[in-house]
C-alpha cells in the first residue's frame, strides 16, 4: 500500500484542478496579451479564476491580489520590497519575524539583516505558540514590518492573525501573513481581518506547484520586485501562467467548498491516527490540537532518529517528514523543535505526518501498523533509547 503524509510539504492536485487546466496547454496557448483571437479565448478563464481567488479569500475587488510563483516569490517581495523603501531610505530601521518562519521569510529576514535592518526573531514558547501580546512588546515606533505566518508548516500551529493584524494596525506598524498553511484548513476572512499582505501558493491546497499570490491589502501596494512588462496591473512582470492560474482558481474554489470536510472529518482522522500513536511509550506531540490545523501532526518517538525512521515508513510505501522539505537534505533537527527548547535527543526523532482530505481511514490504520512496528524495531536497536531506559 502506498500512503502520502507529507501534505504540507505538497498535495496531489485535484483531479478536477487537472481537468479544468488541461485546456491551456495545446488547445488554449495564445498569451492573453497578445491581441488575437488565440488570446482572447483565455481572458474569461482567467477572469473566472481570479474571482474565485479573491472570493476564496474573501477579499475585496479594490484590494490587490497579485499572482505570483509561489509563496517564496511572495515571502522575498514583502520582505525585500520594504527594506528598499522604509529601512534604506531611514524611515524606519527594524522588522519582527516570528523565529519559526518558513525559510523563504527566514532566510530573506537574514538577508536584509546583512544589509543594516534590525530584525526580532520573536520566540514561541514551549507549545509551540506565539502570543499576541509578546509582538506588542518588542514593536518600536521605528518597526516597518511584523510578518508573522498564520500557521506553522511543522506542528500546525496557529497563531493569533486577527489579534496581531488588529495592534500592528493600531500602532501603524504593516503586517504580513504568510497563510501558506491555513488556506483549506480553516476559513480565511480578509475583510474581517486587517492584514496588509498575505501570501500562498497553490499546491498546498490541490493546485499545480510553481503558481500562488501576494495579497496587497488597498492602499498599501508595493513596487514590484520584477521589471519588464504591464502583467498583473504592472505588478509583476512575465507572461501569465493561464493553466497555473486557472488551476489555482478552481483549487481555491474547491479549497473553500472543503473546508467543513477538513475541520471535521480530516480532522476526525487525524485525532484517531494521534491518539493510536501516543498509546506507544515516550512519544510527545507538539502544540495542543485545539490550536493546530485539522491535518498536521508533530511527533517525537524517544531513541528514534528521525530519518531512520523515514527510512521503515519510506520502505512501506509511506511518505512523512521529519521537517520543512526545502531543509531535508541538510540532516538538522527539527527547527520547530529547537524553537521550543526540546532537549537535543528529542530534537532529532521529530516526524510530521500531514493527512489531506484525500486521505482515507484505511491508509491511516495502515500506517498505525506500520509506524507502531518501525518503533519497536528501530527502538530495539537504539543504543540511547537502551541507555534512557536504564537510567529513568
Ligand atoms: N511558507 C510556508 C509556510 C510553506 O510551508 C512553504 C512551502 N513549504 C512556503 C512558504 C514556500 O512555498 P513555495 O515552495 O510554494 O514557494
Redesign the pocket.
Same mark, same amino acid.
Given at each position: 500500500m502506498k500512503v502520502y503524509l507529507d501534505n =504540507?510539504?505538497t498535495t496531489i492536485v485535484d483531479p478536477h484542478v487537472f481537468s479544468e487546466m488541461e485546456p491551456f496547454f495545446v488547445q488554449k496557448y495564445g498569451n492573453p496579451n497578445s491581441l488575437h483571437a488565440y488570446a482572447s479565448e483565455t481572458h474569461r478563464p482567467l477572469k473566472t479564476a481570479m474571482e474565485k481567488i479573491y472570493a476564496g479569500l474573501n477579499a475585496s475587488r479594490e484590494d490587490s491580489v497579485v499572482v505570483t510563483? !509561489?509563496?517564496?516569490?511572495s515571502?522575498n517581495w514583502v520582505l525585500q520590497r520594504i527594506y528598499f523603501d522604509y529601512i534604506l531610505t531611514g524611515r524606519k530601521n527594524h522588522i519582527i519575524v516570528s523565529e519559526v518562519?518558513?525559510p523563504?521569510?527566514l532566510a530573506t529576514a537574514k538577508f536584509i539583516e546583512s544589509l543594516g535592518c534590525k530584525v526580532t526573531y520573536l520566540p514561541i514558547n514551549q507549545d509551540g505558540l506565539i502570543e499576541a501580546h509578546t509582538v506588542s512588546a518588542f514593536i518600536t515606533p521605528k518597526t516597518a514590518l511584523v510578518s508573522i505566518?498564520w500557521? =506553522? =508548516?511543522e506542528t500546525g500551529a496557529i497563531f493569533p492573525i486577527e489579534e496581531i493584524a488588529q495592534l500592528c494596525q493600531e500602532k501603524g506598524v504593516l503586517f504580513h501573513t504568510?497563510a501558506?498553511?491555513a488556506i483549506g484548513k480553516f476559513p480565511i476572512d480578509l475583510k474581517s481581518v486587517p492584514v496588509d499582505y498575505l501570501?500562498f501558493?497553490a499546491?498546498?491546497f490541490h493546485g499545480p506547484?510553481g503558481v !500562488?499570490g501576494l495579497f496587497m491589502r488597498k492602499g498599501k501596494e508595493l513596487q514590484p520586485m520584477l521589471h519588464g512588462g504591464s502583467q498583473m496591473g504592472g505588478l509583476r512582470s512575465g507572461t501569465l501562467n493561464v493553466a497555473g492560474i486557472v488551476g489555482m482558481g478552481k483549487a481555491m474554489e474547491l479549497a473553500s467548498d472543503a473546508l467543513d470536510f477538513e475541520m471535521h472529518d480530516i480532522k476526525e482522522l487525524r485525532d484517531s491516527f494521534e491518539d493510536e500513536l501516543l498509546t506507544i511509550k515516550d512519544t510527545f506531540v507538539v502544540t495542543p490540537r485545539a490550536k493546530r490545523t485539522p491535518n498536521t501532526i508533530l511527533i517525537s518517538f524517544r531513541g528514534i532518529e528521525g530519518e531512520a525512521m523515514l527510512w521503515d515508513l519510506n520502505k512501506a510505501g509511506i511518505g512523512a517528514s521529519t521537517g520543512?522539505?526545502?531543509a531535508s537534505e541538510s540532516l538538522e533537527s527539527n527547527p520547530v523543535m529547537e524553537a521550543i527548547g526540546a532537549e537535543a535527543d528529542l530534537a532529532h526523532t521529530a516526524i510530521r505526518f500531514s493527512l489531506s482530505r484525500f486521505t482515507t481511514k484505511e491508509e491511516i490504520d495502515y500506517a498505525i501498523v506500520v509506524v507502531k512496528k518501525a518503533v519497536e524495531r528501530l527502538r530495539g536497536i537504539s543504543s540511547s533509547y537502551a541507555y534512557t531506559n536504564v537510567c529513568s
Open positions: =504540507n510539504a510563483s !509561489g509563496a517564496t516569490e515571502n518562519e518558513h523563504s521569510v505566518m500557521a =506553522n =508548516n504568510d501558506v498553511q501570501t501558493s499546491h498546498k506547484k !500562488g520543512s522539505a526545502c
